[in-house]
């Protein structure tokens, strides 16, 4: 397998005219993508994950930087010198040939004697379970096996590393899960360092050894999945990671240590910040709703109840925020009730206004 090195890599598009600047898609990108490591590359369209993907591939040269696999310099190279396989968002087979003929194309370009040829197509159509419709043209496949053609096409090659561009995006929902568990498992059995691209934040979570969370090309964080969840480095990572996001809102301070939601009754301890307004988040399946204690100035009062089986949301209006809170179950409060948001439970995030950027709590 392989390491790959990203150091201060760009992407400008375009020539800088008279009061227009170049386009920058990707910004002074650099972190290591350790051999064997799955790595998801998430983001919003347009924040340059994909042409990232592309500049490791080959496929879009680079305007800056380096990018390196097992210490060797690899942004000069052609793709089919870089030592990739790369399993695309369309699948891109070939119709006129066998779902055998796909897999084993690129083997018989490189020249692999043809036994092996054959080894590698079964052995990958095997762990696929697609082994079965090896004589088939691909026009009479599902979507779902259509993708396993293009991940066996992949495995046959033997590369140092893997690349995925969305490869699940064309599924239905229930035909995504099941390829997305039985991708996990593919990567457990390779142990094959691979990078991932999607929008698809459970994708993201559930594959990945490390995340790099991307915004208008640049890198917002590089982390585990525990990380970027639990200790999200920017409010943007706080508000992007997470189902159903993250309740962001800014409070000011009214004594030392002590922040309230401005017009309301809602109070934050957040400790010596040093800031008198700053931005704050707590996600909603960690807080709670109860009702009101005689005397008590109530948080606010439910707008909306959404019951999803297991679990239920409820919308409170906060003052001019609405909050929302994931209670077990279907839950027991309607519309209007007057309510408190319990918030002891919570990890409190805390970032400066600004820039935007985590800041220390306590």
Request: net charge negative; proline share 5%; charged share 30%.
């Amino acid at each position: 397998m392989a390491q790959i090195e990203l150091v201060d890599v760009e992407k400008t598009y375009g020539r800088p005219k008279r009061g227009h600047e170049a386009r920058k898609a990707v910004s002074d990108l650099s972190y290591v993508i350790e051999d064997g490591h799955f790595v998801s590359l998430l983001g919003p369209s347009g924040c340059g994950k994909t042409t990232t993907l592309n500049m490791i591939a080959g496929l879009e040269d680079i305007s800056g930087g380096e990018i390196l696999i097992d210490g060797r310099r690899v942004d000069d190279l052609d793709p089919d010198k870089r030592d990739l396989a790369f399993v695309f968002q369309d699948y891109a087979l070939y119709p006129h040939m066998s779902v055998y003929e796909n897999i084993a194309f690129g083997l018989r370009m490189r020249k692999v004697p043809k036994n092996e040829i054959d080894r590698r197509v079964v052995d990958a159509a095997r762990r696929l379970d697609i082994d079965h419709v090896l004589d088939v043209k691909p026009k009479s496949l599902s979507g779902g096996q259509r993708q396993r053609v293009a991940l066996a096409r992949a495995i046959a090659r033997r590369p140092a590393v893997f690349l995925f561009d969305e490869p699940l995006s064309n599924l239905d929902a229930l035909l995504r899960d099941q390829t997305r568990s039985e991708l996990k498992v593919l990567h457990r059995e390779l142990n094959a360092t691979s990078v991932y691209v999607t929008h698809d934040q459970e994708e993201a979570m559930t594959l990945s050894d490390r995340i790099a969370v991307m915004s208008r090309g640049r890198l917002e964080q590089y982390g585990s999945p525990y990380e970027v969840y639990h200790e999200p480095a920017t409010e943007f990572v706080a508000s992007f990671v997470g189902k159903p996001r993250m309740n962001l809102f800014t409070v000011q301070r009214q004594e030392e240590g002590r922040y309230v939601l401005p017009g309301t009754a809602f109070a934050l301890d957040i400790g010596a910040v040093g800031q008198d307004e700053i931005r704050a988040g707590l996600r909603p399946e960690e807080c709670d709703v109860r009702a009101p204690l005689p005397g008590e100035d109530p948080h606010g009062h439910v707008v909306a109840v959404e019951p999803l089986g297991n679990v239920s949301d409820v919308h409170v209006a906060v003052g001019d925020l609405e909050f929302l809170v994931r209670v077990p179950g279907f839950g027991s409060y309607d519309v209007g009730d007057a309510v408190m948001i319990d918030h002891r439970g919570a990890r409190l995030h805390c970032f400066d206004r600004t820039t935007g950027v985590r800041l220390p709590v306590g």
